[in-house]
């Protein structure tokens, strides 16, 4: 029984961890937003999708009001989104998203999570060829129609729909990220998420070993504060 309780525990405060974690990088997108086109998500667009994308991650409303409020602060500080990349042991591409209020540290922990794991941290394109970037939107199932819906969103640019978990994710290409936000929002469609999400165009095989080492490089970059997500291309 006491073996039990302590692993519920800690599932439970991995739990926390990783929603804190999430409500963090929300909230330093939330004032970058603001900072970038005002905090009336009526007449912000960006604004508007993330308060979304936080509800959606069950972040609460004083904590989404709170980081509205704070943009608003001449000495809140200014985020700015550096995008990294490199290879990882093994010859993985990887690609590193952060919103960083100081780029030095920033990219200084990057290089170092790179070459801890005997990879290397790269130039600008150095592997970003090799993935496609898309936007993904995802809603409920309720009572749509997947064939009728995916007629009725072609023409805004959709390039796949798919149901799972009775939820269903629409992508598009990068550029047709309004034009499909702006489609949900006139068929009345309540979208949980909507996000830029990066695709290999092509995966590697490893074996166990080598993906275990691969996963530990990306849990040690996701624990970062400044990292949004990381991207990779093993199978």
Same mark, same amino acid.
């Given at each position: 029984?006491?073996r039990a309780f302590e692993f519920r525990k800690e599932r439970k405060f991995k739990r926390w961890s990783q929603m804190s974690k999430v409500f963090t990088r929300l909230g330093k997108e939330i004032v970058m937003a +603001?900072?970038?086109?005002?905090?009336?998500?009526?007449?912000?667009?960006?604004? #508007?999708?993330?308060?979304?994308?936080?509800?959606?991650?069950?972040?609460?409303?004083? @904590?989404?009001?709170?980081?509205?409020?704070? &943009?608003?602060?001449?000495?809140?500080?200014?985020?700015?989104?550096?995008?990294?990349?490199?290879?990882?042991?093994?010859?993985? &591409?990887?690609?590193? /998203? =952060?919103?960083?209020?100081?780029?030095?540290?920033?990219?200084?922990?990057? #290089? %170092?999570? !790179?070459?801890?794991?005997?990879?290397?941290?790269?130039?600008?394109?150095? +592997?970003? !060829?090799?993935?496609? #970037?898309?936007? +993904?939107?995802?809603?409920?199932?309720?009572?749509?129609?997947?064939?009728?819906?995916?007629?009725?969103?072609?023409?805004?640019?959709?390039?796949?729909?798919? /149901?799972?978990?009775?939820?269903?994710? +629409?992508? =598009?290409?990068?550029?047709?990220?309004?034009? $499909?936000?702006? &489609?949900?929002?006139?068929?009345?469609?309540?979208?949980?998420?909507? *996000? $830029?999400? @990066?695709?290999?165009?092509?995966?590697?095989?490893?074996?166990? /070993?080598? *993906?275990?080492?691969?996963?530990? $490089?990306?849990?040690?970059?996701?624990?970062?504060?400044?990292?949004?997500?990381?991207? %990779?291309? $093993? &199978?």
């Open positions: 029984m006491g +603001v900072k970038a086109g005002g905090p009336d998500p009526a007449n912000n667009s960006k604004l #508007r999708t993330i308060i979304q994308n936080a509800k959606g991650a069950s972040m609460p409303k004083d @904590r989404i009001e709170a980081a509205i409020s704070r &943009a608003s602060n001449k000495d809140e500080s200014d985020y700015e989104e550096v995008v990294y990349e490199g290879y990882g042991p093994h010859g993985i &591409a990887v690609i590193v /998203e =952060t919103s960083t209020d100081n780029i030095n540290r920033t990219v200084a922990n990057v #290089r %170092h999570y !790179f070459t801890k794991a005997g990879g290397s941290l790269g130039t600008s394109g150095s +592997v970003s !060829f090799t993935f496609d #970037r898309k936007a +993904v939107f995802r809603f409920a199932k309720a009572d749509y129609d997947l064939e009728e819906l995916e007629l009725e969103l072609i023409d805004y640019g959709l390039e796949d729909i798919d /149901e799972n978990e009775g939820e269903i994710f +629409v992508y =598009t290409a990068f550029e047709d990220f309004g034009n $499909m936000q702006k &489609a949900l929002e006139d068929k009345g469609i309540e979208v949980i998420s909507a *996000e $830029m999400q @990066r695709f290999p165009m092509s995966t590697t095989e490893l074996t166990s /070993e080598q *993906e275990e080492d691969i996963n530990k $490089m990306i849990e040690r970059m996701e624990e970062d504060d400044d990292v949004n997500h990381v991207y %990779h291309n $093993m &199978a």
